[in-house]
């Protein structure tokens, strides 16, 4: 079926869940007036939907390729890209003193989502860009910024990010890639990196790469690390372009999905590089970006699995099989294809109230300076990355399993979901890397974060107690079961408490997701009842996953490679 954008749901997070009436009451945000926000979301939401969704399936059966140096990318993307640009969608939360629409993170959450669900191989463009504005905003030089930013947020110039090599993947430091002086400023930049995104196209005039590589003077591992842009054709001090850069696409990757969006492996010989923020610092300065690539990656976990269930609801809707309880003939009349569907909604809305809260504390982070608003938004990133990536696996996995056997076949569209969904549990930091992340940095300050947000979900379900017993009541006892995990999480040591990371993570997220639908039917008694699905049916995991904190990781160790191996 066709992709509807789900304005309703968005809107309904941001209003009655998210908190955006805070972002809205902010001088730095006072134009994100109700009257915008439905204009943006229902203008992206029109994008979406007639330009974008219908170039999905061409990037699939029509993968990028690389022709004698050139990539030639998927039937249509050139035009949707333009659309894109065009609409000033890359730069909506970009500064305006360098062209962009300086509107909130949320808002561009928000689209960023509709745009995953479209066609996530080419909305991977602009959300690698978007991820370099921000951090050349907070690193670049002036005359960077005002060189490079423009470009950026305008679209005629593409942007990546280059860190991993075949030997230092989630370990960067080990990397290889060199930058040496050239005596004017500037720096011969020579390595390979691997799995880049978007490494190169053929419908952007130019494409900035920012290249982790290491000085003559910088330190082993990652604390010599420093940061470069190595534009793909050097630009004058004015912007217009001049020569080739020494560098080149040597391969593109062949991928289970994504295939519309060209992973590249790409050479660096003495390519010419600036310096990005101060020598030996270059690991803080990419954080930036992915740390904003990270909330955008859990939110195309969301996307996929908001596409994969808009099919999946009407193929149940539309599918005659057997004699049904309810008599219609319909499959979605069947217990279990009724659960699956139930569980897709309910898992969908409650990670999308994840990362729009993230987001929401972000940009009160940036309005008022407040450093509580910034822990919460570090706090609330992993867990929005991790646990909308696993949602988008799990409910593209539900998709393919309501289609039944022709959920296996290419050409309804299903397996494309389960395809290209699969990697986001996986870059930007393995979910596993963004569990341990959790607990451990995110835990420096003695559980504080965590604990301010179990106390709202507790004084949320104590709010609650009158309207809906049935839901405030188990949310309490499992936002009570999460502070005496947490308590217990913070007294293990090393790697006991990694042992327990991925297990901790998710059951924040289970009782957090129980805390956003309970505001949700509070609001609209309409969603109670998918409150009720979550509450009684999924919240109760949250009790097993903490079990699994406890235990440590000694019962882990025992499974010897000779155990493992008999």
């Known amino acids: 079926m066709p992709y509807?954008?789900?304005?309703?749901?968005?809107?309904?997070?941001?209003?009655?869940?998210?908190?955006?009436?805070?972002?809205?009451?902010?001088?730095?945000?006072?134009?994100?007036?109700?009257?915008?926000?439905?204009?943006?979301?229902?203008?992206?939401?029109?994008?979406?939907?007639?330009?974008?969704?219908?170039?999905?399936?061409?990037?699939?059966?029509?993968?990028?390729?690389?022709?004698?140096?050139?990539?030639?990318?998927?039937?249509?993307?050139?035009?949707?890209?333009?659309?894109?640009?065009?609409?000033?969608?890359?730069?909506?939360?970009?500064?305006?003193?360098?062209?962009?629409?300086?509107?909130?993170?949320?808002?561009?959450?928000?689209?960023?989502?509709?745009?995953?669900?479209?066609?996530?191989?080419?909305?991977?463009?602009?959300?690698?860009t978007q991820g370099q504005i921000e951090a050349l905003e907070h690193h670049a030089s002036d005359a960077i910024k005002a060189l490079y930013i423009p470009k950026l947020i305008s679209g005629e110039?593409?942007?990546?990010?280059?860190?991993?090599?075949?030997?230092?993947?989630?370990?960067?430091?080990?990397?290889?890639?060199?930058?040496?002086?050239?005596?004017?400023?500037?720096?011969?930049?020579?390595?390979?990196?691997?799995?880049?995104?978007?490494?190169?196209?053929?419908?952007?005039?130019?494409?900035?790469?920012?290249?982790?590589?290491?000085?003559?003077?910088?330190?082993?591992?990652?604390?010599?690390?420093?940061?470069?842009?190595?534009?793909?054709?050097?630009?004058?001090?004015?912007?217009?372009?001049?020569?080739?850069?020494?560098?080149?696409?040597?391969?593109?990757?062949?991928?289970?999905?994504?295939?519309?969006?060209?992973?590249?492996?790409?050479?660096?010989?003495?390519?010419?590089?600036?310096?990005?923020?101060?020598?030996?610092?270059?690991?803080?300065?990419?954080?930036?970006?992915?740390?904003?690539?990270?909330?955008g990656v859990g939110v195309q976990g969301i996307s996929v699995a908001e596409a994969a269930f808009q099919q999946a609801l009407a193929y149940a809707m539309e599918r005659k099989q057997g004699k049904t309880p309810l008599g219609s003939g319909a499959i979605i009349d069947h217990a279990d294809v009724r659960r699956m569907l139930g569980q897709m909604k309910a898992e969908i809305f409650a990670a999308r109230s994840i990362a729009l809260a993230c987001a929401v504390a972000i940009d009160m982070g940036r309005a008022t300076g407040d450093a509580a608003w910034a822990a919460r938004a570090a706090f609330l990133t992993p867990i929005a990355k991790a646990y909308g990536t696993d949602i988008g696996n799990e409910v593209a996995y539900l998709g393919v399993q309501v289609h039944g056997g022709m959920g296996f076949i290419e050409e309804t569209g299903a397996a494309q979901f389960a395809r290209d969904v699969r990697v986001t549990a996986i870059y930007e930091g393995t979910n596993g890397i963004q569990a341990m992340d959790l607990v451990g940095r995110k835990m420096m300050d003695g559980g504080e974060a965590a604990f301010r947000l179990i106390d709202e979900i507790e004084a949320g379900a104590e709010a609650a107690r009158s309207a809906f017993p049935d839901l405030a009541t188990p949310l309490w006892h499992a936002a009570e079961a999460l502070r005496d995990g947490t308590e217990a999480l913070l007294a293990q040591q090393g790697n006991d408490r990694n042992a327990g990371a991925v297990p901790y993570l998710r059951a924040f997220a289970r009782v957090l997701g129980g805390h956003c639908h309970l505001k949700a039917a509070l609001a609209d008694a309409s969603r109670a009842d998918l409150a009720r699905f979550h509450i009684r049916r999924l919240l109760p995991e949250h009790g097993a996953l903490l079990a699994q904190v406890r235990e440590g990781a000694s019962g882990i160790y025992a499974l010897t490679p000779e155990v493992l191996q008999a």
């Open 157 to 295: 110039w593409c942007a990546t990010m280059n860190l991993t090599e075949a030997q230092a993947g989630s370990d960067v430091g080990a990397l290889r890639t060199r930058a040496e002086p050239l005596g004017d400023g500037t720096y011969a930049i020579t390595g390979q990196k691997i799995f880049i995104t978007w490494g190169d196209n053929d419908f952007s005039a130019n494409v900035c790469h920012l290249v982790l590589a290491r000085l003559p003077d910088g330190a082993a591992g990652t604390r010599g690390i420093s940061l470069f842009m190595v534009p793909k054709i050097i630009p004058d001090d004015q912007g217009a372009l001049g020569a080739r850069n020494s560098l080149n696409v040597v391969s593109l990757e062949h991928k289970l999905g994504l295939h519309g969006s060209p992973t590249a492996v790409m050479q660096f010989d003495a390519a010419r590089g600036w310096l990005v923020g101060e020598p030996h610092k270059g690991m803080a300065a990419m954080f930036t970006m992915m740390n904003n690539a990270r909330l």
């Open 4 to 128: 509807r954008a789900p304005l309703i749901d968005l809107r309904f997070v941001l209003d009655h869940v998210a908190g955006f009436a805070d972002v809205a009451a902010t001088d730095r945000f006072a134009e994100a007036v109700p009257e915008t926000v439905e204009a943006i979301l229902t203008e992206a939401g029109r994008l979406c939907e007639e330009t974008l969704a219908p170039l999905n399936r061409a990037g699939d059966m029509h993968p990028a390729r690389l022709e004698n140096g050139v990539v030639r990318t998927s039937p249509g993307f050139a035009e949707g890209y333009k659309a894109i640009t065009e609409g000033g969608w890359v730069g909506i939360a970009a500064d305006p003193a360098f062209g962009g629409m300086g509107l909130p993170m949320a808002l561009a959450t928000c689209v960023n989502d509709m745009m995953g669900s479209a066609c996530l191989s080419l909305q991977l463009n602009p959300l690698m």
